[in-house]
């Protein structure tokens, strides 16, 4: 079996300066965003629901993710208390008795690609991450930040589904720079990340990867907030490796 891994390009300044505020309370209204979320993550939808109900729901969902989202630090990717944990056991009791962490980690897979990431096109990179389909020397630029990009944050997702982890641009600048050392043989998903890679680098975007996150709904998002469709449609046209809808 295993699990079924996409990256994506990740717009890490805008999350910083506008989204992390918005989940932590400090700026905007999560109200309209929250209510298209549960229409669509919400088991059964919510269309056959009282308008109290409903705004019950929202409001709860709100609360908490103001609250788990405050409990983060600067990288919006460590939790106080549940990095407190000295092992998987005690991290796992932690998630379950912190009430509405499924509800933050669904909520925050959708809200990021709805704002600042593009869930088309990405790279597939199936059961596995990024750093097997390279031979990376330890002691360069570019193995701490592979490795980075392959370390599943189990706080950011829940049960292993949602969001594993995320670079930022400074970080693919530095893998662009590094990029020598990707060192590769007759490997389709390799050639796709450098693609994905110089992608990135010229746009001033990050990464972000996901595991079999919710692509129904994550499909119905809007597209190419990142970068233009047109230029997708030359890299489809070149047929290099990207998963698209155009």
């Known amino acids: 079996m295993g699990y079924w891994c996409t990256l994506h390009l990740f717009d890490d300044k805008k999350f910083y300066k506008e989204v992390v505020p918005q989940l932590k309370g400090e700026t905007g209204d999560l109200t309209e965003a929250c209510r298209e979320f549960l229409k669509h993550y919400y088991l059964g939808g919510i ?26 630090d600067e990288t919006f990717k460590i939790h106080h208390k549940f ?3 000295t092992n998987n056991d005690h991290q796992n009791l932690f998630l379950a008795s912190l009430e509405g962490h499924y509800e933050f980690s669904e909520f925050l897979e959708y809200y990021l690609f709805k704002t600042c990431a593009d869930f088309f096109p990405y790279l597939i990179l199936g059961k596995g991450g990024v750093s097997r389909n390279f031979n990376i020397p330890i002691k360069t630029l570019c193995y701490p930040i592979v490795q980075e990009l392959d370390h599943w944050n ?28 990707l060192h590769f043989e007759d490997n389709q998903r390799a050639e796709g990340f450098l693609n994905l890679l110089d992608v990135a680098y010229y746009n001033k975007l990050g990464f972000i990867v996901g595991v079999d996150m919710r692509d129904n709904q994550l499909k119905l998002l809007a597209e190419n907030k990142l970068v233009h469709h047109a230029f997708w449609k030359e890299q489809h046209r070149q ?5 698209s809808s155009i």
């Open 239 to 243: 047929n290099l490796v990207f998963d």
């Open 154 to 181: 189990d706080f950011l997702s829940n049960d292993r589904m949602g969001i594993t982890n995320w670079i930022t641009n400074e970080d693919v600048e530095l893998l662009y720079l590094d990029k020598e050392n």
């Open 47 to 72: 269309s056959h629901l009282s308008s109290e109900k409903i705004n019950s729901l929202i409001e709860y969902n709100i609360e908490k993710i103001i609250s788990i989202s405050n409990g983060l």
């Open 83 to 85: 990095h407190k944990g």
